[in-house]
């Protein structure tokens, strides 16, 4: 990811970016193009390398930042109405670090509203479509980033994975989506969705510029106490010899073309000496469940400081303080972001938190020991990420719970923290893009990006 050879300058890479972009306008990747800010950024860079100066590792190199980013650069949206006057006083740790290597921002990608969702049919400003087919779904919520880097917009996009948000989009395009171990990347300057969930990752078309970027952008940050001491850049990777299957998701329930492309990637692994291992894993049954009562009730709480008052709009029609409150969050609030806040205060209120919310954190426990068990047996578990390749636009908008269930696969991994990576994994017969998640134990990130490519083939892209 360098232009030092000089081949070329990144005001010519942002302008073609810029092109790319426009050209794909009926995708609906981009609710911002941030041209003005970007060659002069470019320009800047030219510059600097024309006099010889140092530039980053990332200099000149177009990106798109999915819209819960903080960034100075346009106004944050999160492709909610109600945050859309809203512009950020801060940079994200993310977008700072990026910048620092010289990466520039060309424009903030679509999302569900909030990042709740699987399609990026939640979006205040329309869907997003596939990269391969226009009347599917670009998965979600980081629909945009991955379209934008499926089709060569640009080499990355940032992305959040809450549920699945990066792997999901990534399998549906046909392209690589990390999901870091919980706490490796800041969260600081990110539109928070349920915090002990929520993880910062990338888009990319390599496992090498995930690497790199995970260099970059990995490690402690004051801003964020949850972050993890800087493991990612001190690990070494390891040998590894034993990859598990999950029995439990082998079933009638995964379309056809998914389990195929499980199977062909167990051959490929098996034909290269590598040991396949069987695990049952039962309390993933219950991921799905417990997810559903334990980001809600994170998501009432997080999106509780959006009141007409402190952040971006306020209803017009509202005469006293209660009806600031009612209206500008009736208005702002996308349906599945209301649904999420109702159900978040049902499973926190005094009479139900013991049925719900403190059933579903003693379940979660026992998914975190399971995959503790799992990997004291295998290195590594490659798993589906989701049910089905991309599905058609308006198939399940109106359908919570169907679109909650293609959520299955990808949701235990979040509420056990630990780090997965989509991989592509051919294509089903009408052209869909297919993807495969591999799975390792916390802080396994370095060796996991390495493996992956010993999964890769031609007919994978
Ligand atoms: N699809 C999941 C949900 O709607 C995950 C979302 C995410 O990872 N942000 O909750």
Redesign the pocket.
């Known amino acids: 990811m360098k232009i030092a050879d000089k081949t070329t300058s990144a005001v010519s890479l942002v302008k073609e970016a810029l092109e790319k972009a426009k050209k794909y306008e009926n995708k609906n990747i981009f609710v911002f193009l941030n041209e003005e800010n970007a060659l002069k950024r470019a320009k800047e860079i030219d510059e600097k390398i024309a006099r010889g100066e140092e530039v980053g590792r990332l200099a000149g190199v177009p990106y798109a930042l999915k819209d819960n980013f903080l960034s100075k650069e346009g106004r944050t949206t999160a492709s909610a109405h109600i945050l859309e006057p809203f512009e950020a006083p801060i940079n994200s740790t993310t977008v700072k670090k990026l910048e620092n290597e010289g990466a520039i921002m060309i424009g903030r990608a679509n999302l569900d509203a909030f990042?709740?969702?699987?399609s990026t049919e939640n979006s205040y400003f329309g869907p997003t479509k596939n990269a391969k087919d226009d009347e599917r779904v670009a998965g979600?919520?980081s629909g945009g980033s991955a379209v934008s880097v499926a089709l060569d917009i640009v080499q990355f996009a940032t992305g959040?994975?809450?549920?699945?948000?990066i792997r999901q989009p990534a399998s549906f395009n046909g392209i690589y989506g990390f999901k870091p171990t919980y706490g490796t990347i800041s969260r600081y300057g990110v539109v928070a969705?349920a915090s002990s969930t929520d993880c910062i990752g990338f888009f990319t078309k390599s496992t090498e510029d995930m690497d790199l970027l995970m260099e970059i952008c990995s490690g402690q940050d004051e801003n964020d106490l949850t972050t993890l001491p800087d493991y990612y850049i001190k690990s070494e990777v390891k040998k590894v010899q034993k990859i598990g299957i999950i029995k439990d998701f082998d079933n009638e329930k995964v379309a056809p073309e998914i389990r195929n492309a499980l199977k062909n990637k167990v051959e490929l692994l098996k034909s290269k000496g590598y040991e396949i291992v069987d695990l049952e894993m039962p309390a993933l049954k219950y991921a799905l469940a417990v997810y559903y009562i334990v980001?809600p009730a994170e998501v009432a709480s997080n999106l509780s400081r959006y009141d007409g008052i402190r952040y971006g709009f306020r209803s017009e029609e509202a005469k006293n303080l209660d009806e600031i409150f009612a209206k500008s969050r009736g208005e702002g609030f996308m349906s599945e972001n209301k649904r999420r806040i109702m159900i978040g205060n049902f499973v926190l209120s005094s009479g139900f938190y013991d049925a719900y919310y403190l059933k579903a954190q003693k379940a979660r426990t026992k998914i975190i020991e399971e995959y503790n068990n799992a990997f004291s047996k295998v290195d590594f578990i490659l798993t589906p990420v989701s049910p089905n390749p991309a599905f058609k636009l308006g198939e399940k908008v109106n359908d919570p719970v169907s679109m909650y269930l293609e959520?299955v696969m990808s949701v235990p991994i979040n509420l056990a923290g630990v780090p997965s990576l989509t991989v592509p994994a051919g294509k089903t017969e009408e052209g869909l893009p297919l993807g495969l998640q591999l799975v390792g134990p916390r802080r396994s990130d370095k060796t996991l990006l390495s493996f992956a490519n010993e999964l890769k083939e031609e007919s994978d892209v």
């Open positions: 990042a709740h969702g699987s979600g919520s959040t994975d809450t549920g699945g948000s969705m980001v959520d």
